[in-house]
């Protein structure tokens, strides 16, 4: 029988004959997609395309689901299916379906308690899980309250914006001075949306015909406009600390020379799934996601590692949040402390990680301050996968050891950004605002990830996510408090895109700039 998520467990209790419950009902994978990736080989004369990879898997997708949607187009299809409700009572269809994910081969599905169980009894399902719908400020990993701390435009001496000190921290301006901006890298910022009339980030912005508004809401408002209208411009400052291009006197962006594509969320997960569909479909290069399904949401975790999977067949570099609750380890206790998709395999293995298992996408991203300590509320690992289809880092306190997260720390608290209040003609809003929590942070990695990108695209080299990952990993510096080259809470350290650049050409995978290099 398959595996029933917490919350559709409690709710089949408490469920009478007719009433209906919104689930996603994952189907089997039989294997074959495993060989559906961009490249057999990073070295490889004729990878396929994304184009490809995504044809390929939805074909796959198709067929791995033909089963389950003939059961209940069958079952329903008459008033004496074995799926229908009880005759005694009001009319309701016993399954209907919803939607399809090719991303984690999954069906959403209105069910009722009947069908839920005729399903869980099929032997291609391997789990149900409830949607629950969720506050958006809950799944947001951002500890700076909202329209806190506005920063003024700053008078220049020069034409050239000046780089916030996060910026300059990680080394940004140095990748800048080898000519080396973000240029062609497509970063999709999974967030609230984005104010693309701000003017640091309007010549920033993802051009599309079918797409004219650099993107696409999948908040389910019926409006298609991804505008952030969030409270605190959440989305906007993700996507200012990106590419952010000093426009307005402050250059707050890693990769001002990247390209914004705005996907606005929605506030349950199969609405994340339609979103990280979109970037991959529309061709981004990284993915930036400030967010993170908290254990106290029981998060859809087998769901969210498949969707995850997927993004790094693509070959797509993903730096995910590690959440804002590290010091609240009773509500969210080790190994839960981190939320989903941030407590995902990342692609690379870091050879100093006590015990290997799968690989996936997120990089995740710890919150340092300006003076390299640890962010009191960065999320802590380590996270647990010991359960179903995943059990390949189990944990034991004093036992075994779980997977070690974050992956990487990064300028989180008195950041600053765009803010999406900013109005030109008023006379009482500051174009910039300040940022905090992993939320900043994760921005800032998706910026170094964007700029070794364009490093890559410049020279006719091969940008895989695990090269990019272990590039940054490796050059990180070493944290107050941290002791060992990758540790639980710190990951490898405060990241240094610079650092990281030279470590490439050091490798061969990218080549040298023929002029001196600067000095840290």
């Given at each position: 029988m398959a595996t029933l998520g917490e919350n559709l467990k409690t709710r089949l209790e408490t469920m009478k004959d007719h009433d209906t419950v919104d689930v996603v009902v994952y189907v089997s994978n039989?294997?074959?997609?495993?060989?559906?990736?961009?490249?057999?080989?990073?070295?490889?004369?004729?990878?396929?395309?994304?184009?490809?990879?995504?044809?390929?898997?939805?074909?796959?997708?198709?067929?791995?689901?033909?089963?389950?949607?003939?059961?209940?187009?069958?079952?329903?299809?008459?008033?004496?299916?074995?799926?229908?409700?009880?005759?005694?009572?009001?009319?309701?269809?016993?399954?209907?379906?919803?939607?399809?994910?090719?991303?984690?081969?999954?069906?959403?599905?209105?069910?009722?308690?009947?069908?839920?169980?005729a399903i869980a009894d099929r032997s291609d399902v391997t789990h149900i899980e409830m949607v629950t719908p969720t506050d958006l400020d809950e799944i947001l990993d951002n500890v700076t309250f909202p329209g806190a701390l506005q920063v003024e435009a700053v008078a220049l001496d020069a034409d050239t914006p000046k780089p916030t000190w996060s910026v300059k921290h990680i080394n940004a301006h140095l990748m800048w001075s080898l000519g080396y901006r973000g240029k062609d890298v497509l970063v999709a910022v999974i967030d609230t949306g984005v104010n693309y009339r701000h003017p640091d980030l309007m010549g920033r912005m993802w051009q599309s015909a079918d797409y004219p508004k650099h993107g696409y809401d999948?908040?389910?408002?019926?409006?298609?406009?991804?505008?952030?209208?969030?409270?605190?411009?959440?989305?906007?400052?993700?996507?200012?600390?990106?590419?952010?291009?000093?426009?307005?006197?402050?250059?707050?962006?890693?990769?001002?020379?990247?390209?914004?594509?705005?996907?606005?969320?929605?506030?349950?997960?199969?609405?994340?799934?339609?979103?990280?569909?979109?970037?991959?479909?529309?061709?981004?290069?990284?993915?930036?996601?400030?967010?993170?399904?908290?254990?106290?949401?029981?998060?859809?975790?087998?769901?969210?590692?498949?969707?995850?999977?997927?993004?790094?067949?693509?070959?797509?570099?993903?730096?995910?949040?590690?959440?804002?609750q590290g010091n609240k380890l009773v509500g969210f206790p080790i190994p839960y402390n981190i939320g989903a998709p941030g407590n995902c395999p990342s692609?690379?293995?870091?050879?100093?990680?006590?015990?290997?298992?799968?690989?996936?996408?997120?990089?995740?991203?710890?919150?340092?301050n300006s003076s390299d300590r640890l962010s009191y509320s960065s999320g802590r690992g380590p996270v647990a996968w010991e359960d179903g289809a995943y059990a390949d880092y189990p944990y034991d306190a004093g036992g075994e050891p779980g997977l070690v997260k974050p992956d990487i720390c990064a300028p989180g608290?008195?950041?600053?950004?765009?803010?999406?209040?900013?109005?030109?003609?008023?006379?009482?809003?500051?174009?910039?605002?300040?940022?905090?929590?992993?939320?900043?942070?994760?921005?800032?990695?998706?910026?170094?990830?964007?700029?070794?990108?364009?490093?890559?695209?410049?020279?006719?080299?091969?940008?895989?996510?695990?090269?990019?990952?272990?590039?940054?990993?490796?050059?990180?510096?070493?944290?107050?408090?941290?002791?060992?080259?990758?540790?639980?809470?710190?990951?490898?350290?405060?990241?240094?895109?610079?650092?990281?650049?030279?470590?490439?050409v050091e490798k061969g995978w990218w080549p040298p700039v023929d002029q001196e290099l600067p000095v840290a």
């Open positions: 039989d294997g074959a997609d495993e060989q559906m990736v961009l490249s057999e080989s990073i070295d490889s004369d004729e990878p396929a395309s994304r184009s490809e990879y995504v044809g390929q898997l939805r074909q796959a997708v198709d067929e791995r689901q033909k089963g389950l949607l003939s059961f209940v187009q069958e079952e329903t299809a008459s008033p004496s299916a074995r799926l229908m409700a009880l005759d005694e009572g009001p009319s309701v269809t016993a399954a209907r379906v919803i939607d399809r994910f090719w991303i984690n081969n999954s069906v959403r599905m209105e069910l009722t308690r009947a069908a839920v169980i999948f908040s389910g408002n019926g409006d298609p406009d991804p505008m952030d209208e969030h409270h605190g411009g959440h989305g906007t400052k993700c996507a200012g600390i990106v590419a952010g291009d000093g426009t307005m006197g402050q250059a707050t962006g890693v990769a001002p020379e990247a390209t914004i594509m705005a996907i606005r969320m929605g506030n349950d997960e199969p609405a994340m799934f339609r979103c990280l569909e979109f970037a991959i479909d529309q061709g981004a290069d990284v993915i930036s996601m400030s967010l993170t399904w908290k254990y106290d949401k029981s998060p859809d975790y087998p769901g969210w590692r498949r969707a995850c999977e997927t993004v790094a067949k693509a070959r797509i570099s993903h730096a995910n949040s590690s959440g804002n692609p690379w293995l870091n050879p100093n990680l006590p015990q290997a298992g799968g690989t996936c996408s997120p990089v995740t991203c710890g919150a340092s608290p008195g950041t600053t950004s765009c803010s999406s209040k900013y109005d030109p003609d008023a006379a009482n809003t500051a174009p910039y605002a300040g940022f905090g929590g992993t939320s900043a942070a994760t921005p800032h990695v998706a910026g170094c990830m964007a700029l070794l990108i364009s490093v890559c695209k410049a020279n006719g080299a091969v940008p895989t996510p695990e090269r990019i990952q272990e590039a940054l990993e490796t050059t990180a510096v070493r944290m107050v408090g941290q002791t060992k080259d990758k540790e639980n809470h710190y990951g490898s350290g405060r990241v240094d895109v610079f650092a990281a650049y030279k470590f490439g």
